[in-house]
């Protein structure tokens, strides 16, 4: 050893401690750093601990500032001696992408772990395949290696091969790299262990473990306590590491995926790279049609630049055929499909048959429901299933916990389904989805049907009780969650002339499409099933789902004009069938419409005809909606005072049990009624009792649970109170109002809420 070269830590460590007079334990205790630490650094084994740990040392020894000087400084040799006797070549970090772009804020997290002194040491990255987590690692690791003095270890754990790295081997493979000789590795995997930990335990290092298989694989490879990071990528989301940070990664959003694009591009030395080459939306259309995967964005954009006579929107052209996108995406040994093939192979076969079939799903999510249908298995076992691809990343969750798959992850589900099932297994399954869709939609429609609830959601008219519901809520919940599948399973029944399924399912939805009428697919519901209705040659079915069709042109689409001449056809369909109800239901649609037209008188004549009919049908549930059309008309003829005594009838008999309707039919026309009651006492001067009574149809819409509603209730609430000069309970009303217009994603309601709040908050100015 040469005169400036410092001398070693464990002799010197030793002398001290001698000098000091103090065995191994209690120089253990005065310091804080465990007796076996100090021993392995009197013995060699620790060449270069932490400087803190030496400087605690230092200070129970007592040793002067040049001696604690000496000591650190012998550490820090210790350090450089042990990184210099690493083997140069074995687990070092892969080149990073020179042309990485995006994923600023994972490059962050990532570097966090290492700021961060209290942090978990392990930070799990995993996700679907081609999302770039190896790419990502790499490039925060090459950024971050300065913070690293004992050097960046990278391992392929090569988790998706038939037989990924064994522990014994990835041990061997690291303690190499740390400087352990080939023959002085040890046989056993678990002394192997006891060697890495120990030369770790002083190190300052970041190990990067790359593709892990599974928790077991990566358990073995930690550690342990010290200032060394671990950062793991998966496809599995290894939920079994305890005491690590995670990170779920994404497909890019749109502005990454694009420069992404255009960073490949830019290589492109003809005009593809200049200010003639491919504008910002041509590289979003390929982007999106990429999935915004980073591999796929690679892959297309390397297929640009080996292909100098093709332009971007030549590639977006091709990659825009569904079926060919995959093959498309291919650029030399990188392809797409076979990143996803890895992780398809992973799975056993009832999980593979359960992926595939999910293809056949129609709308852009789906719930276990769909799963169960598909393969005939039990919910308990599909649940399981789905959390094997949800942890492979073949699957994500949805921002309300529902399931999709990304869309290129789709069509290679939807491949392996036509190369692996015939196309009778293919046909009944997606029979099997589409009436089970429409199985359970008429049993939650049926819910809010008048008459007694449903047991368990059970349903009538020939529906199995597949929702199994346990409440109107449960019901709603899955009729708006799944409105996307059971619309299009109701389409394609009724393009096979299945008329009666057409017709059962509508006709369940007659009284819950009251309570979500923003939907925006009633008329296409209603106009399906009106067809149906025709098809089977009945004038009373014909005029019932006309009647429907009505009120979803009216309500909905808002076109009164075309609401009443569907009720006049509705009409004359109910006398030529000889039904009394249908033919009142007629007049009502006609009566609203009427109102929507400013044709008052008509509308005046229209309703009082349909409350005779209702009245003489005897029919609890129409005969209040009738009333309230009277009600809207007269107010619109000025006849307040008329109106507020036509709401009072409504009002006994909603309140009577001899001509009350069902009870949660009740409670919505009852809210309607006292709203329609308040505007009237507004409008005749009499806020006081319009306060009182907007705040009744408050507490009723809060039974109701429909957001629209409890708008408009909270709006005339407001309205009164500002005309009683209580602003601030006025303001506290519309920002309320305001809220559920929001939720209700109703633009009329939620346009006054904000001018009725400018207003006051004006006046209170």
């Known amino acids: 050893m040469s005169q400036l070269e410092p001398p070693a830590l464990g002799p010197l460590l030793r002398a001290h401690r001698h000098d000091a007079g103090l065995t191994l334990e209690e120089l253990a205790e005065e310091s804080g750093v465990s007796a ?21 040392l230092a200070v129970a020894l007592g040793l002067t500032r040049a001696a604690t000087e000496e000591l650190v400084g012998a550490a820090r040799a210790g350090r450089r001696r042990q990184q210099a006797t690493a083997a140069p070549g074995l687990c070092d970090l892969p080149p990073a992408v020179p042309d990485f772009t995006g994923r600023e804020n994972e490059t962050a997290w990532l570097g966090r772990s290492v700021t961060a002194p209290a942090g978990p040491p392990v930070s799990i990255v995993s996700g679907a395949p081609g999302l770039g987590k190896t790419a990502l690692v790499v490039h925060a690791g090459t950024q971050l290696a300065g913070r690293f003095p004992d050097g960046c270890f990278f391992l392929d754990l090569r988790g998706l091969d038939a037989e990924p790295v064994v522990p014994h081997d990835a041990l061997a493979r690291l303690l190499r790299a740390l400087g352990v000789r080939e023959r002085d590795l040890p046989a056993e995997t678990d002394e192997r ?3 890495y930990r120990r030369l770790m335990r002083g190190r300052e290092a970041l190990v990067v473990l790359d593709n892990a298989a599974h928790e077991a694989q990566v358990r073995a490879l930690l550690p342990g306590p010290g200032s060394s990071r671990i950062w793991v990528t998966s496809r599995r989301t290894l939920a079994g590491i305890e005491h690590a940070r995670r990170l779920v990664l994404a497909p890019l959003p749109v502005g990454a995926a694009t420069a992404l694009l255009g960073a490949i591009l830019a290589q492109r030395e003809d005009e593809a790279a200049g200010p003639d080459g491919p504008g910002p939306a041509v590289l979003a259309r390929i982007a999106e049609l990429c999935g915004h995967l980073p591999l796929a964005l690679r892959i297309a954009g390397n297929r640009l630049l080996s292909r100098p006579a093709w332009n971007a929107r030549g590639l977006a052209e091709r990659l825009g055929d569904e079926d060919l996108r995959l093959q498309r995406l291919t650029a030399g040994d990188l392809r797409i499909r076979s990143a996803f093939r890895l ?3 992973q799975l056993p076969e009832p999980v593979r048959r359960l992926f595939r079939r999910l293809a056949l799903v129609p709308g852009p999510d789906f719930g276990p429901g769909a799963g169960a249908a598909l393969t005939g298995l039990g919910p308990d076992l599909v649940e399981e299933m789905l ?52 199985d359970t939609a008429a049993a939650a429609g049926q819910w809010f049907q008048p008459g007694p609830s449903p047991s368990g959601g059970a349903a009538t008219g020939g529906a199995t009780p597949a929702g199994g519901f346990g409440s ?97 056809q509705a009409a004359e369909l109910a006398r030529r069938g000889g039904d009394v109800t249908q033919e ?21 004549r229209r309703a009082r005809r349909a409350a005779e009919l209702f009245a003489t049908a005897g029919d609890r549930e129409g005969h209040p909606q009738a009333l309230l059309a009277l009600a809207s008309a007269q107010a619109g003829t000025g006849s307040h005072g008329d109106a507020v005594a036509t709401t009072d009838v409504i009002l006994d008999l909603l309140g009577d049990p001899a001509t009350a309707p069902a009870a949660h039919i009740g409670d919505f026309t009852r809210t309607n009624a006292l709203v329609q009651k308040g505007r009237a006492l507004l409008a005749l001067g009499r ?43 006025a ?35």
């Open 36 to 56: 076996r630490a100090i021993g392995d650094m009197e013995r060699g084994h620790s060449r270069g601990p932490q400087a803190r740990t030496v400087e605690a």
């Open 343 to 345: 992780s398809y192979e």
């Open 387 to 438: 959390d094997e691809l949800l942890d492979l990343g073949l699957l994500s969750h949805t921002a309300t916990d529902r399931l999709l798959f990304h869309d290129l992850l789709r069509l290679y589900a939807r491949e392996r389904l036509q190369e692996e099932e015939t196309s009778q297994e293919r046909a009944a399954a997606e029979a099997a989805l589409h009436h089970w869709l429409l």
């Open 687 to 729: 806020p006081q009792e319009a306060e009182h009574t907007f705040s009744d149809a408050r507490l009723v819409g809060a039974r109701v649970e429909v957001p629209l509603l409890r708008a408009i209730a909270g709006l005339g609430l407001a309205r009164s109170l500002a005309e009683l000069g209580e602003r601030e309970r």
């Open 193 to 195: 262990r006891a060697l």
């Open 731 to 765: 303001l506290g009303a519309a920002r309320e109002a305001r809220a559920f217009a929001e939720t209700a994603r109703d633009p009329a309601r939620l346009a006054e809420a904000t001018a009725l709040l400018a207003a006051l908050a004006a006046a209170e100015d």
């Open 584 to 604: 009142a239901w007629a007049h009502f649609y006609a009566a609203a419409a009427a109102v929507r037209l400013g044709e008052l008188d008509e509308a005046v």
């Open 472 to 568: 109107a809520r449960a019901a709603q919940a899955w009729l708006e969650a799944e409105s996307a599948n059971w619309l299009a399973a109701l389409r394609v029944a009724a393009a096979a002339g299945r008329h009666a399924e057409v017709v059962r399912t509508a006709e369940s939805m007659h009284w819950f499409s009251d309570r979500w009428t923003n939907w925006g697919h009633w008329p296409t519901v209603f106009g399906l099933s009106r067809t149906a209705a025709h098809a089977l040659g009945d004038d009373v079915l014909a005029a019932t789902h006309a009647n429907y069709l009505a009120w979803a042109v009216h309500y909905c689409s808002h076109q009164p004009r075309e609401s009443s001449a569907i009720a006049e």
